[in-house]
């Protein structure tokens, strides 16, 4: 005689032995996009994915200090000089030099090298080309005395010259330039050292200045 609950389990098990074969035969890439597509369907049901909130940037004055975890800056001067050697920034021909000068303040508790890590990622500047709107500097100088690259002690302001290699046809004297202020992020590390550095720059805030001239070299005048 036949078990009954066997006969019910060997019935189920049919079913459930055909569905297991055919996901095994599915691509592994497959879940991916079923899953995603079930996230988005139950996303949309919700009203959709929320949009993420940009950071705001606040509008600065010239010569105003935008004071963050790592710096103070204060964006003072433009000024566009047809080549820049005493401030290490080199034009050829076809290129002019754009250089801010501008109030640095290391506002952490350590010394900070200038030309790597901060005010090299702290400015950018906008509107110029998008070559340049997205590089560093192409040199960063202190103006008392022409040290490249210089270190900023905490809590010491310090004036440096901080220039672009820029086309000559993209900016003129009397042009407005907007200048980026970006605030990084301190991390630590979490390995065998507990190396600190300061990552991930974000814009806080923007100074809008007009060009100013400047000689064929020299200090920014």
Do not use: C
């Not at 879940?31 to 909130?53: D, E, K, Y």
């Not at 220039?163 to 407005?176: A, H, L």
């Amino acid at each position: 005689m036949s078990d009954p609950a066997h006969a019910t389990q060997a019935a189920a098990a049919g079913p459930l032995s055909r569905l297991v074969a055919w996901v095994k035969r599915i691509p592994t890439g497959w879940f991916a996009s079923i899953l995603t597509g079930l996230f988005l369907a139950v996303t949309a049901a919700f009203g959709g994915l929320a949009p993420v909130a940009e950071a705001a940037v606040a509008p600065l004055e010239v010569g105003e200090a935008q004071d963050g975890a790592q710096l103070s800056v204060a964006v003072e001067r433009a000024v566009l000089f047809d080549s820049f050697p005493e401030a290490g920034a080199y034009a050829e021909e076809g290129e002019r030099v754009l250089a801010l000068l501008v109030t640095v303040e290391n506002r952490w508790s350590k010394p900070l090298l200038s030309s790597h890590g901060a005010v090299e990622q702290a400015l950018r500047l906008d509107g110029v080309t998008a070559d340049v709107d997205d590089a560093e500097p192409s040199a960063i100088a202190r103006l008392d005395d022409a040290t490249f690259g210089p270190w900023l002690q905490p809590g010491v302001p310090a004036d440096l010259v901080v220039s672009w290699v820029v086309p000559e046809t993209s900016i003129q004297v009397g042009d407005p330039v907007s200048v980026v202020v970006r605030e990084a992020t301190l991390e630590i590390g979490q390995g065998l050292t507990s190396d600190e550095r300061w990552v991930s720059p974000q814009a806080t805030a923007s100074v809008d200045l007009v060009v100013a001239a400047g000689g064929d070299r020299g200090g920014a005048e």
